[in-house]
Structure formats: C-alpha cells, structure tokens
C-alpha cells in the first residue's frame, strides 16, 4: 500500500492546532538600503505594463522593477519610461523596500523542508517569489508599495507552492523527469524567502510562436504524450494532485539528446484533489483565462481532475 505522500505535511496541520507553531516570529532586522543597480542582472523582476487597449502602438504606462539584497530583502520600484529609457541610476532611485509579509510566509517550524544551496549561479536557477502577482497587488492598491495592506493572500501562495514541490521531490518512486527541477528553498531566520528551481529559458508558447524553435508533427505529438503522463499518471494517479493551470506559459522546454521535451511548471494553483484552492487574487483566479476547465455556473475554489484534463486537450500544438 502506498504511503500517502501528504502524511507529513499533514501532520504539520495536526501539531499546529496543539500550539507548537511559531505564529509570529520577531521581525527580521531591516535593510540597510536599497541595493545598486548596474546591470539588468542585478534585477529579479522587470516588466513593461502598458495601457488596455492601446494597440497596435502600445501605449507604455510604466516599467516595474524588483532587487533583492544579499539577505533576500525585497525592493520595488517603477518609472513612468521604456526599459530602453531607464537608466540604472534612475532604477536604483526608485526602489523601496517590501515588508516582509507581504510576500514571504512564516516557515512551519515542525516541518524540515529542503534548503536549496546559496551558491548556486544565478543562471542556472529561478528563485521564484511571485513579482508579477505582488505587481497586480501593487496595481490595485494604487501602488502604494510599503504603504498598502499586506496582501493576505501572496505568502499562503507561496508556501502552498512549496508544499507541492516538496510532495514531489520527496515521492516514493522520485522526481518526474518532466516536472520542473525543484532544488529547495531559501529560508532567512524564519520566512521562506523563495523557491528555487532549475531555470529553463522558454515556454512553449515563446519557443514555437517567437520562432525560437519548431517541432513536427511527430515531435508535437510526442511533446503532448509526455506532458500528458507526467500530469494523468505521475501527478493525478501517483500523487494525488490536481495542477490546476496548465497553459503554454507554464510548459517549459529542455533540449534532451536533441528531442524537445516538456517541463511542467508554474504550481501556484496545485492542490491534492479535492482540497480548497485557496483565494482568489485581486478577485480573480491567477490562471490563464479560457485554458483551465470552469464551469461558468459554479465557483471554481476545489482543486479537481477535470481541470488538467481539460488544459490537456486544449493544449495541442
């Protein structure tokens, strides 16, 4: 009979209601300052937003920006400017500090979760800290940065996320060779501070509609029956979770002995089957609209099946 994979992490619920969570730790010390910015690879985060409806000409509104210090305090920043318009000076200037809690979760502290190494080269991995959702945070509330309430739901996001990844590294029959490359996390004192993952350069969507690459039909057709396994038998089947947002944006590609294969990401969504997903942001869900199943009749809030395999069937290429 086999173990069920969210045992342990159950068992993180279980103790919390005897009272053997830290619920609120002391605040980490503050930052010194804004870090120095001197190149784009100083950046975690840059995103041009532009007006609704303003094409073909793309009206720019502005350029959004994010740093992190060597103690992984968050920065935030945006210019009313192009990217090719700013320059670093002007991105150093503008950036202010982000409260830890609105985007990093308390860590549990009866669960051991895994510790990616810091001396990993940047570009081999992703450090993922949901910018673009704090981003649509900071859009509603008016961009008010430090001055906004804390976004109650970004920091149970990304620990839910962790979770996941968590269930599936630690999977009796390993890691799927097609599910994002999860190495750990980073902890400072006691906040989870982002996911570190291998860092793949394209989704599929770039990667076939910017011409980076192209696939027969063959390939195609061997790209989906991948990708199909790796969610219907390894996820659905082994695990007993739902993605819940499957879309060409969270479908990366790796190049293995010169065949494109896939690379399921983007477990922001993924719950065991059956459990409440959590809430929405800004009022709306943070998958991408028309690809998930949704029944226009009822609240799409339980993490279920028919979700992937709806995503699936809507996901030829």
């Known amino acids: ?25 002391p ?11 001197n190149s784009w690879t100083d950046l975690c985060f840059l995103r041009q937003s532009f007006a609704p409806g303003s094409q073909p000409n793309w009206e720019l509104v502005y350029t959004t920006f994010a740093a992190v210090d060597e103690s992984d305090h968050l920065f935030f920043g945006h210019a009313p400017f192009k990217i090719s318009d700013i320059s670093f000076a002007q991105i150093t200037a503008s950036l202010e500090p982000v409260p830890d809690d609105h985007l990093y979760p308390i860590v549990p502290s009866v669960y051991e979760f895994t510790i990616a190494p810091r001396d990993l080269p940047l570009s081999a991995v ?6 673009g959702h704090y981003e649509d945070y900071l859009d509603r509330n008016l961009g008010r940065g430090a001055q906004a309430p804390a976004p109650a739901e970004l920091p149970p996001r990304l620990l839910s996320e962790a979770r996941i990844l968590e269930v599936i590294s630690r999977s009796e029959s390993g890691p799927h060779p097609n599910i994002v490359e999860y190495l750990g996390v980073r902890i400072n004192l006691s906040r989870i501070t982002g996911l570190v993952m291998r860092r793949y350069e394209y989704n599929i969507y770039s990667y076939l509609q910017l011409g980076i690459g192209t696939m ?14 790796a969610v219907l038998r390894y996820l659905h089947e082994e695990l007993g979770v739902a993605h819940n947002d499957i879309n060409p944006f969270n479908v990366m590609v790796d190049v293995r002995e010169g065949m494109v294969v896939p690379v399921l990401g983007g477990f922001g969504e993924a719950r065991k089957i059956g459990e409440r997903i959590g809430e ?4 709306e869900r943070g998958m991408l609209p028309g690809w998930t199943w949704r029944d226009e009749r009822e609240e ?8 992937d395999v709806s995503a699936l069937g809507k996901e030829k290429l």
């Open 1 to 25: 009979m086999n173990r069920d994979p969210f045992e342990a992490l159950n068992l993180v619920a279980q103790r919390r209601l005897r009272g053997l969570f830290n619920p609120q730790p």
């Open 27 to 37: 605040p980490r010390p503050a930052a010194s300052g804004a870090p120095q910015v």
């Open 126 to 131: 992703y450090v993922k800290r949901n910018l």
């Open 216 to 229: 027969t039909m063959d390939e195609k057709d061997k790209f989906m029956e991948v990708l199909e396994d």
């Open 280 to 283: 929405k942001i800004g009022g």
């Open 300 to 307: 799409y809030m339980t993490s279920e099946v028919r979700h």
